[in-house]
C-alpha cells in the first residue's frame, strides 16, 4: 500500500513535469530595424547556419574513413580540409626543408591524409588523442618562380585538425597557419613586406575549385609567366581544383587586391626581406592570408620576449577613408589597400580600433637591431575572431643546426585570463613569465587581457573551459641568424555581410547591422557579395579599465616605406583612453543579451518537494514503527 502512494506521488510530479514548460533561454537578436526579436533557443541552437560557409565551397570528399565536418560549428583555423601550397624561400632555391605541424585535440585518434595531387604524394598517419605530428613535405613542393607550380598539398582529416608550415632554408625561416577551405573567400589583399636586394615579393594563389575566375590589380610592376604587368593593368586567369600559380614582384606587393568567383587560397610574403629597410639582417616572410570577410576591427598587439628592439606594425584597409585609433591619435587610410607602418621601439602593447574591417600584420626586426634572431611575419588576429575551446599545436623547436626558443603571445576576452590554461597550467601560475610589473598586470585593456609566455620544446595545449571564454594566440621562436612566427589559432567568421539597400545604392554592411563602406559595390558575379549570415555569438567589451598601459610619450619618429604600395609615415603619440570619433563608442546592447526565463512549473516544483519529501520520510517512519510493534495491523 505504501509502494503505491509513493509511485502516485512519482507519477504526479512527472505530469506536472510534461504539463508545465520547463526553463526555457531566450536570446535577444537584434534585427536589421535595430529593434530586439525574441527567439526561443533550445540546448545546441546558435552556431551560425550552413550559410556561414563560403559561397560555392563543398565540403570534405574523402577518399578514406569519415571527414565530413559539423557544418553547424563556427568556422575557424581549426578545420577538417586544407588546401594551400608553399612560396619560394631566399634567392628562389629550392629549400632545405618543409614541414608540416599537425595538432589534433580532443579525446579521440585522428586520421589525417596528406597528398600532393601533381606530385604523387600520398601520406596517411595516425595522430593520438591530444597529440601533434611533425610530417616532413619533399622540399621540391615549393614554388619556383613564377606561373604554375606542382606542389599543392591537400590535407584531409576525419576530426578538425590545425596545419601549420614552416619553410626552412640556411638562416632563413617563416612559418603560417593554414587557412581550411571552409574558411576560404573570394576577395583579398596580400599582406607582404619590401624584398632585398635580387629577391622578390610574392603571392600563390591556389584553386578549391574547377573553372575558378581570378583577378589581380597590381599595385606595383609584377611578373606572371614571365611577362610583366605594370600597376593599372588588370591580370585574369582561370585554375582549377589543386592549381597553384605564383606572382612575383621586385617591389612590395602589400595592397594588391585579389578577388575570384569561387574560394581560392592566397599565401603572400617575400623570399627575404630587411625589417625595417636597411636594417640587416634579411629572412623569409609568408603567411595564409584570411579573405576580406573575415577581417576585424578591434587588436591587441603584443611585443615579442626576448627582443628589445620593439617591433614593425603595419595596419592595411580593404575599404576607402578607412579610420583607426592606436597611440592616441586617428589615422586615415584613404583607399583598399593602403597600409601605415609604425616602427615601435618600445615594449608596450598597444590596441588598435578601427571603423571598417582592417588587417594587422606584426613584424620581427633585423638581427642588427639587438643582436637576437631576424624578421618574420605574423598575423594579429582580431578580437572579434576568438575562438572558444581550446587548440593544440606543436612549436618549431630545431632546423638542421639551428635550435629556437619559443614563445607565445596569448590574448583573451577581459577576464577570462585567470580561467586560460597552458599545458593543464594556469597561466597565472607561471610567475616567472609574467608580462608586466606585479604593480601593472592587472590594467587590462578595455576588450581583452593579454599574457606572454616562454613555451617548451613540442606539444602544447591552449585551453580555456569556462563557456562563452574566447581567446586567440601567435607563437614565434627566434635563434642565431633566423626566427619564424605564425598565429596559433583564430576564428574566420564571416564579419562582413550581405550588401543592402541604402539611399545612395547597394552597401556593405558588417554582421551586427552597420555600414562597413559607404561605396556602391559592383555585381561582378560575386567578387563583392557574400551571403546573409547570423554571426556566433560576439564578443561585447568589458567596462573595465582604461585600453592604455601607461603613459609614455617618446621622441622617435616611426618608419615606413614610401611608394606605390601606400606606406605613410608612421609616429609615436602618447595613449589615450578614448577613441575621439563617435563610431568608437560601443554599446553593451550591441551584443546578444541573454536571459534565464522561468516556467511555472520550477516554481510549482519548488513549492510542493519539501512537503512532498517531508511526507514521504514521516511514511516510511510511521511504517517501520507500525511493524516493530506486534499485534498491530495495517489499515
Same mark, same amino acid.
Given at each position: 500500500?505504501?509502494?503505491?502512494?509513493?509511485?502516485?506521488?512519482?507519477?504526479?510530479?512527472?505530469?506536472?513535469?510534461?504539463?508545465?514548460?520547463?526553463?526555457?533561454?531566450?536570446?535577444?537578436?537584434?534585427?536589421?530595424?535595430?529593434?530586439?526579436?525574441?527567439?526561443?533557443?533550445?540546448?545546441?541552437?546558435?552556431?551560425?547556419?550552413?550559410?556561414?560557409?563560403?559561397?560555392?565551397?563543398?565540403?570534405?570528399?574523402?577518399?578514406?574513413?569519415?571527414?565530413?565536418?559539423?557544418?553547424?560549428?563556427?568556422?575557424?583555423?581549426?578545420?577538417?580540409?586544407?588546401?594551400?601550397?608553399?612560396?619560394?624561400?631566399?634567392?628562389?632555391?629550392?629549400?632545405?626543408?618543409?614541414?608540416?605541424?599537425?595538432?589534433?585535440?580532443?579525446?579521440?585518434?585522428?586520421?589525417?591524409?596528406?597528398?600532393?595531387?601533381?606530385?604523387?604524394?600520398?601520406?596517411?598517419?595516425?595522430?593520438?588523442?591530444?597529440?601533434?605530428?611533425?610530417?616532413?613535405?619533399?622540399?621540391?613542393?615549393?614554388?619556383?618562380?613564377?606561373?604554375?607550380?606542382?606542389?599543392?598539398?591537400?590535407?584531409?582529416?576525419?576530426?578538425?585538425?590545425?596545419?601549420?608550415?614552416?619553410?626552412?632554408?640556411?638562416?632563413?625561416?617563416?612559418?603560417?597557419?593554414?587557412?581550411?577551405?571552409?574558411?576560404?573567400?573570394?576577395?583579398?589583399?596580400?599582406?607582404?613586406?619590401?624584398?632585398?636586394?635580387?629577391?622578390?615579393?610574392?603571392?600563390?594563389?591556389?584553386?578549391?575549385?574547377?573553372?575558378?575566375?581570378?583577378?589581380?590589380?597590381?599595385?606595383?610592376?609584377?611578373?606572371?609567366?614571365?611577362?610583366?604587368?605594370?600597376?593599372?593593368?588588370?591580370?585574369?586567369?582561370?585554375?582549377?581544383?589543386?592549381?597553384?600559380?605564383?606572382?612575383?614582384?621586385?617591389?612590395?606587393?602589400?595592397?594588391?587586391?585579389?578577388?575570384?568567383?569561387?574560394?581560392?587560397?592566397?599565401? %603572400?610574403? #617575400?623570399?627575404?626581406? !630587411?625589417?625595417?629597410?636597411? +636594417? $640587416?639582417?634579411?629572412?623569409? &616572410?609568408?603567411? @595564409?592570408?584570411?579573405?576580406?570577410?573575415?577581417?576585424?576591427?578591434?587588436?591587441?598587439?603584443?611585443?615579442?620576449?626576448?627582443?628589445?628592439?620593439?617591433?614593425?606594425?603595419?595596419?592595411?584597409?580593404?575599404?576607402?577613408?578607412?579610420?583607426?585609433?592606436?597611440?592616441?591619435?586617428?589615422?586615415?587610410?584613404?583607399?583598399?589597400?593602403?597600409?601605415?607602418?609604425?616602427?615601435?621601439?618600445?615594449?608596450?602593447?598597444?590596441?588598435?580600433?578601427?571603423?571598417?574591417?582592417?588587417?594587422?600584420?606584426?613584424?620581427?626586426?633585423?638581427?642588427?637591431?639587438?643582436?637576437?634572431?631576424?624578421?618574420?611575419?605574423?598575423?594579429?588576429?582580431?578580437?572579434?575572431?576568438?575562438?572558444?575551446?581550446?587548440?593544440?599545436?606543436?612549436?618549431?623547436?630545431?632546423?638542421?643546426?639551428?635550435?629556437?626558443?619559443?614563445?607565445?603571445?596569448? %590574448?583573451? #576576452?577581459?577576464?577570462? !585570463?585567470?580561467?586560460?590554461? +597552458? $599545458?593543464?597550467?594556469?597561466? &597565472?601560475?607561471? @610567475?616567472?613569465?609574467?608580462?608586466?610589473?606585479?604593480?601593472?598586470?592587472?590594467?587590462?585593456?578595455?576588450?581583452?587581457?593579454?599574457?606572454?609566455?616562454?613555451?617548451?620544446?613540442?606539444?602544447?595545449?591552449?585551453?580555456?573551459?569556462?563557456?562563452?571564454?574566447?581567446?586567440?594566440?601567435?607563437?614565434?621562436?627566434?635563434?642565431?641568424?633566423?626566427?619564424?612566427?605564425?598565429?596559433?589559432?583564430?576564428?574566420?567568421?564571416?564579419?562582413?555581410?550581405?550588401?543592402?539597400?541604402?539611399?545612395?545604392?547597394?552597401?556593405?554592411?558588417?554582421?551586427?547591422?552597420?555600414?562597413?563602406?559607404?561605396?556602391?559595390?559592383?555585381?561582378?558575379?560575386?567578387?563583392?557579395?557574400?551571403?546573409?549570415?547570423?554571426?556566433?555569438?560576439?564578443?561585447?567589451?568589458?567596462?573595465?579599465?582604461?585600453?592604455?598601459?601607461?603613459?609614455?610619450?617618446?621622441?622617435?619618429?616611426?618608419?615606413?616605406?614610401?611608394?606605390?604600395?601606400?606606406?605613410?609615415?608612421?609616429?609615436?603619440?602618447?595613449?589615450?583612453?578614448?577613441?575621439?570619433?563617435?563610431?568608437?563608442?560601443?554599446?553593451?546592447?550591441?551584443?546578444?543579451?541573454?536571459?534565464?526565463?522561468?516556467?511555472?512549473?520550477?516554481?510549482?516544483?519548488?513549492?510542493?518537494?519539501?512537503?512532498?519529501?517531508?511526507?514521504?520520510?514521516?511514511?516510511?517512519?510511521?511504517?517501520?514503527?507500525?511493524?516493530?510493534?506486534?499485534?498491530?495491523?495495517?489499515?
Amino acid at each position: 500500500m505504501y509502494g503505491l502512494k509513493i509511485l502516485y506521488f512519482v507519477i504526479l510530479i512527472q505530469l506536472v513535469a510534461r504539463v508545465l514548460p520547463f526553463e526555457t533561454k531566450h536570446r535577444l537578436v537584434r534585427q536589421s530595424g535595430g529593434q530586439p526579436a525574441v527567439t526561443p533557443q533550445t540546448p545546441g541552437q546558435g552556431q551560425p547556419p550552413k550559410g556561414n560557409n563560403p559561397p560555392d565551397s563543398q565540403p570534405p570528399d574523402s577518399g578514406y574513413g569519415s571527414i565530413m565536418p559539423d557544418l553547424e560549428q563556427p568556422v575557424d583555423t581549426r578545420g577538417t580540409e586544407f588546401i594551400f601550397c608553399f612560396t619560394s624561400n631566399v634567392n628562389n632555391a629550392q629549400p632545405q626543408g618543409l614541414q608540416l605541424l599537425i595538432g589534433a585535440g580532443g579525446p579521440l585518434d585522428t586520421n589525417v591524409q596528406i597528398e600532393m595531387p601533381k606530385l604523387k604524394f600520398l601520406l596517411h598517419i595516425l595522430i593520438s588523442h591530444g597529440g601533434t605530428e611533425i610530417v616532413d613535405i619533399p622540399p621540391i613542393a615549393a614554388a619556383s618562380g613564377t606561373g604554375p607550380q606542382n606542389g599543392t598539398i591537400w590535407v584531409r582529416a576525419n576530426r578538425p585538425i590545425t596545419v601549420h608550415g614552416v619553410n626552412s632554408q640556411i638562416k632563413s625561416h617563416d612559418g603560417f597557419l593554414a587557412v581550411p577551405v571552409l574558411g576560404l573567400g573570394l576577395e583579398y589583399f596580400a599582406a607582404s613586406y619590401a624584398a632585398s636586394g635580387l629577391d622578390r615579393s610574392q603571392m600563390i594563389i591556389t584553386g578549391t575549385q574547377d573553372f575558378t575566375r581570378v583577378t589581380i590589380q597590381p599595385i606595383q610592376r609584377l611578373q606572371y609567366k614571365g611577362r610583366w604587368f605594370n600597376i593599372g593593368d588588370t591580370i585574369l586567369f582561370t585554375i582549377n581544383r589543386f592549381n597553384s600559380v605564383q606572382i612575383q614582384a621586385e617591389g612590395d606587393l602589400t595592397g594588391t587586391r585579389i578577388l575570384s568567383d569561387k574560394p581560392v587560397s592566397v599565401m %603572400s610574403g #617575400t623570399t627575404c626581406s !630587411l625589417v625595417p629597410q636597411q +636594417l $640587416n639582417r634579411c629572412d623569409h &616572410l609568408v603567411e @595564409n592570408v584570411p579573405p576580406v570577410a573575415t577581417w576585424g576591427k578591434r587588436f591587441s598587439v603584443l611585443p615579442f620576449l626576448n627582443r628589445t628592439s620593439g617591433h614593425v606594425l603595419r595596419v592595411l584597409a580593404s575599404r576607402p577613408n578607412t579610420r583607426f585609433y592606436t597611440l592616441g591619435q586617428v589615422f586615415v587610410l584613404q583607399r583598399g589597400g593602403l597600409f601605415r607602418e609604425f616602427n615601435q621601439p618600445v615594449t608596450f602593447p598597444m590596441s588598435i580600433v578601427s571603423d571598417k574591417p582592417v588587417l594587422v600584420l606584426q613584424y620581427a626586426k633585423g638581427g642588427a637591431a639587438d643582436r637576437t634572431g631576424d624578421p618574420f611575419m605574423t598575423i594579429i588576429p582580431p578580437v572579434e575572431q576568438y575562438v572558444a575551446g581550446s587548440v593544440t599545436f606543436n612549436s618549431f623547436d630545431q632546423s638542421g643546426k639551428d635550435s629556437f626558443r619559443s614563445f607565445a603571445s596569448i %590574448s583573451v #576576452t577581459s577576464w577570462d !585570463l585567470f580561467n586560460t590554461f +597552458l $599545458n593543464n597550467e594556469a597561466l &597565472l601560475s607561471h @610567475n616567472k613569465h609574467k608580462t608586466w610589473p606585479q604593480q601593472d598586470w592587472m590594467r587590462l585593456m578595455k576588450f581583452n587581457a593579454d599574457y606572454r609566455i616562454t613555451l617548451g620544446k613540442g606539444s602544447h595545449t591552449i585551453a580555456n573551459p569556462i563557456p562563452g571564454a574566447r581567446f586567440a594566440a601567435i607563437a614565434y621562436g627566434f635563434t642565431e641568424g633566423t626566427s619564424y612566427a605564425f598565429p596559433i589559432v583564430y576564428g574566420l567568421r564571416r564579419l562582413v555581410c550581405t550588401p543592402r539597400n541604402t539611399a545612395e545604392g547597394e552597401a556593405e554592411i558588417d554582421c551586427t547591422g552597420a555600414i562597413v563602406s559607404g561605396i556602391i559595390l559592383p555585381s561582378n558575379g560575386g567578387a563583392d557579395e557574400y551571403q546573409p549570415v547570423v554571426p556566433d555569438q560576439p564578443i561585447v567589451p568589458s567596462q573595465g579599465n582604461s585600453p592604455g598601459w601607461g603613459n609614455f610619450n617618446p621622441s622617435q619618429t616611426g618608419f615606413a616605406r614610401q611608394g606605390n604600395g601606400g606606406g605613410e609615415a608612421g609616429v609615436l603619440f602618447p595613449w589615450y583612453t578614448v577613441p575621439p570619433w563617435q563610431i568608437m563608442q560601443w554599446d553593451e546592447e550591441d551584443g546578444e543579451d541573454e536571459q534565464e526565463c522561468y516556467s511555472p512549473a520550477l516554481m510549482v516544483l519548488c513549492l510542493i518537494s519539501p512537503a512532498v519529501v517531508v511526507y514521504l520520510v514521516m511514511q516510511i517512519l510511521v511504517c517501520a514503527l507500525m511493524f516493530r510493534r506486534p499485534g498491530v495491523t495495517m489499515f
